[in-house]
């Protein structure tokens, strides 16, 4: 089976779900994971899709230019195969808040930080609010933790980002609970 | 007794209203066997009736060995026919169920609990739950009530718990 990722923007207005689910669904495609929101005026889709046709991606990239021709940017990426597969990330969860007077280089450098450390980036949020005289920037990120590093640890490494950015940056655990 | 095979959704038994258990029931294999399914999972803390086929109003809450319940809890809770009095406060915590396997998600719950239930001797209790123990009493009763973490969630995160091996 193919696995593609499929990314859609556009300017935002109601039924592109719809209109692309339909083409998805008419070509026997699966979603097998997706995240989808507004950003801006724009909407934006991230699809990881199947299709147990093996059709190739231009073949497939093909059914999605109706989409363009309403101002939608299409993007389909074939999956090396494996690709669509989620890998089992082992260490430490955490959340990290960063917010502060907006300034460039608050997410270069938080990220750069966290790359440095090995440490895997696998949710991230910015926004930009406050009021036009005094835009505040926030940015929400989830990661993992490598094996042996403790919350703490990043704790630290992050009180030292925030001295330097002048923003307030916290951390906390996030322990996923079965029950 | 036993360790019980934990139904997975979409076993339609998940999603039941399940029955008071009616008084003078014989309920101490039922609870001997939530007891064992629930220790056996080893990272669990909690087991509902309908999670392994009997549609009855019996849950199992344990959290005293978790790092998140080590300080507030009441041991090894067993509660028949139990039903929340009170609620109050609201934490957030990212919750899996393991009839839903490796999904977990945010969950907005009361941070403290008003709990009245029978007990194992069929006694009458009232406890009030903080925190952990609180989530976790809550999780366990919406099973009874056919409701998953799912018909709760804010936000859908995928997350592999890790198993222990058979």
């Known amino acids: 089976m193919n696995h593609y990722a499929l990314t859609i923007i556009g300017r935002d207005h109601p039924g592109i779900v719809s209109r692309v689910t339909e083409i998805l669904y008419r070509r026997g495609c699966n979603i097998a994971d997706s995240s989808c929101s507004i950003l801006g005026g724009q909407f934006a889709m991230l699809l990881i899709i199947s299709q147990p046709e093996e059709e190739s991606g231009e073949d497939l990239l093909h059914y999605f230019a109706p989409l363009e021709e309403e101002n939608l940017s299409v993007f389909l990426r074939t999956l090396r195969p494996g690709g669509e597969i989620r890998p089992h990330l082992q260490g430490e969860l955490c959340m990290v808040s960063v917010y502060g007077s907006d300034k460039p280089g608050i997410v270069y450098r938080v990220a750069r930080e966290l790359g440095e450390r090995e440490i895997n980036i696998t949710d991230l949020n910015t926004k930009l609010i406050g009021s036009v005289q005094r835009p505040v920037y926030v940015m929400m990120l989830e990661a993992t933790l490598p094996a042996g590093m403790s919350v703490e640890d990043l704790e630290q490494a992050m009180a030292a980002v925030a001295g330097e950015l002048q923003v307030d940056i916290s951390v906390r655990a996030i322990n996923p609970v079965e029950l | ?166």
Not at chain 2, 127 to 149: K, M, P, S, T
Not at chain 2, 150 to 164: A, E, I, P
């Open chain 2, 1 to 166: 007794m036993a360790v019980r095979d934990i139904l997975l959704y979409p076993d339609p038994r998940l999603k039941m209203v399940c029955d008071p258990v009616p008084e003078c029931q014989e309920l101490e294999p039922l609870i001997q066997d939530l007891l064992d399914t629930m220790y056996e999972a080893g990272h669990s803390v909690g087991v509902a009736a309908p999670q392994i086929g009997v549609p009855l109003r019996v849950v199992v809450v344990d959290v005293s060995a978790s790092k998140l319940g080590r300080k507030n809890n009441h041991g090894c809770l067993v509660m028949v026919n139990p039903e929340i009095l009170e609620r109050e406060g609201s934490m957030t915590m990212r919750e899996g169920c393991m009839s839903v396997p490796d999904y977990t998600g945010n969950v907005a719950r009361a941070e403290e609990v008003l709990v009245q239930f029978n007990d194992r001797d069929g006694t009458g209790k009232v406890i009030r739950a903080v925190g952990f123990e609180a989530v976790a009493i809550q999780h366990e009763i919406d099973h009874l009530d056919g409701y998953l973490f799912l018909d709760r969630v804010s936000s859908l995160k995928t997350d592999l718990f890790r198993r222990k091996q058979r």
